[in-house]
């Protein structure tokens, strides 16, 4: 079965506690794929609940890795989100990174705001949008944003609202395999089979490019959860609390120069010699 995935634009997805101190080898790929060495970058530090000490940390790695300007945005409430001096600033970037931290500080902060219609429009215009951890489950149409990995396979125990929308019909979830959340993306996949999961392990990413092909790079893995094939699954049936059953979910491992392509729910092999 065929999906016709929506990429608003360039996105890179990372999975959380990307190497910003040694060999940076997802964030070099995140510059080299900005495709000029002259960039603007702006780091969005909302998400985190220390805001100016994330700003200080990414401000030293894109310093670091050749920036010819970075700004860091430490928005913390939705007034500084429709502030149209930012705005500005944001419109004319090459690199809009999130931070890591709590997604529904992003979506309630940001959404709807001057700040938000600015990143869409620099989207669109070709700028690249990258996330770690919770900037990157905010990219999702459909987001999770709680759920313990313990009790992932348990009616009612992942919650999930409306994320940013630069992509639509795929789930995200990162910190995959360190925090053990392959329960929570397969039951949110068990009520939403015509979406995918994308489960990003630490250091690890996902680069979408609009033409629904995803390819993998960076230390650790990538976890594919595709529901196309669930024949049956009680969902409907248990209680909040009780054990999820379900039938023939899909899974596939890609790690680094692996791909995946979301319209044809295709595995692809290594990419990268």
Same mark, same amino acid.
């Given at each position: 079965?065929?999906?016709?995935?929506?990429?608003?634009?360039?996105?890179?997805?990372?999975?959380?506690?990307?190497?910003?101190?040694?060999?940076?080898?997802?964030?070099?790929?995140?510059?080299?794929?900005?495709?000029?060495?002259? $960039?603007?970058?702006?780091?969005?530090?909302?998400?985190?609940?220390?805001?100016?000490?994330?700003?200080?940390?990414?401000?030293?790695?894109?310093?670091?890795?050749?920036?010819?300007?970075?700004?860091?945005?430490?928005?913390?409430?939705?007034? #500084?989100?429709?502030?149209?001096?930012?705005?500005?600033?944001?419109?004319?970037?090459?690199?809009?990174?999130?931070?890591?931290?709590?997604?529904?500080?992003?979506?309630?902060?940001?959404?709807?705001?001057?700040?938000?219609?600015?990143? #869409?429009?620099?989207?669109?215009?070709?700028?690249?949008?990258?996330?770690?951890?919770? /900037?990157?489950?905010?990219?999702?149409?459909?987001?999770?944003?709680?759920?313990?990995?313990?009790?992932?396979?348990?009616?009612?125990?992942?919650?999930?609202?409306? /994320?940013?929308?630069?992509?639509?019909?795929?789930?995200?979830?990162?910190?995959?395999?360190?925090? /053990?959340?392959?329960?929570?993306?397969? #039951?949110?996949?068990?009520?939403?089979?015509?979406?995918?999961?994308?489960?990003?392990?630490?250091?690890?990413?996902?680069?979408?490019?609009?033409?629904?092909?995803?390819?993998?790079?960076?230390?650790? #893995?990538?976890?594919?959860?595709?529901?196309?094939?669930?024949?049956?699954?009680?969902?409907?049936?248990?209680?909040?609390?009780?054990?999820?059953?379900?039938?023939?979910?899909?899974?596939?491992?890609?790690?680094?120069?692996? /791909? $995946?392509?979301?319209?044809?729910?295709?595995?692809?092999?290594?990419?990268?010699?």
């Amino acid at each position: 079965m065929a999906l016709n995935p929506f990429f608003l634009g360039r996105l890179i997805a990372i999975g959380g506690n990307e190497d910003k101190a040694n060999e940076l080898l997802v964030l070099k790929r995140v510059v080299q794929e900005i495709g000029k060495t002259d $960039y603007k970058v702006g780091v969005i530090t909302t998400a985190s609940e220390d805001p100016e000490q994330r700003g200080k940390e990414y401000h030293k790695v894109f310093t670091t890795l050749g920036a010819s300007r970075i700004d860091i945005f430490n928005i913390k409430e939705r007034v #500084q989100a429709n502030d149209r001096k930012s705005a500005k600033t944001i419109a004319d970037l090459d690199l809009i990174f999130f931070t890591g931290g709590d997604q529904l500080r992003l979506t309630t902060i940001m959404g709807g705001t001057r700040i938000f219609d600015a990143i #869409q429009e620099c989207l669109e215009n070709g700028a690249l949008i990258a996330g770690t951890s919770a /900037g990157a489950t905010v990219f999702s149409d459909t987001m999770i944003y709680e759920g313990k990995s313990e009790d992932g396979l348990f009616k009612g125990s992942v919650l999930s609202t409306s /994320g940013f929308g630069f992509v639509n019909n795929i789930i995200f979830d990162t910190h995959f395999m360190a925090r /053990g959340r392959i329960g929570r993306l397969i #039951q949110i996949i068990t009520t939403n089979p015509t979406c995918i999961g994308v489960g990003i392990g630490e250091d690890s990413a996902v680069i979408l490019k609009g033409d629904g092909v995803a390819e993998v790079f960076g230390t650790g #893995q990538v976890i594919i959860v595709d529901g196309c094939g669930i024949g049956h699954s009680n969902i409907m049936e248990i209680k909040p609390g009780e054990p999820v059953a379900v039938e023939n979910v899909r899974i596939h491992s890609l790690v680094n120069g692996y /791909g $995946y392509d979301f319209k044809n729910r295709q595995f692809l092999p290594l990419t990268i010699k």
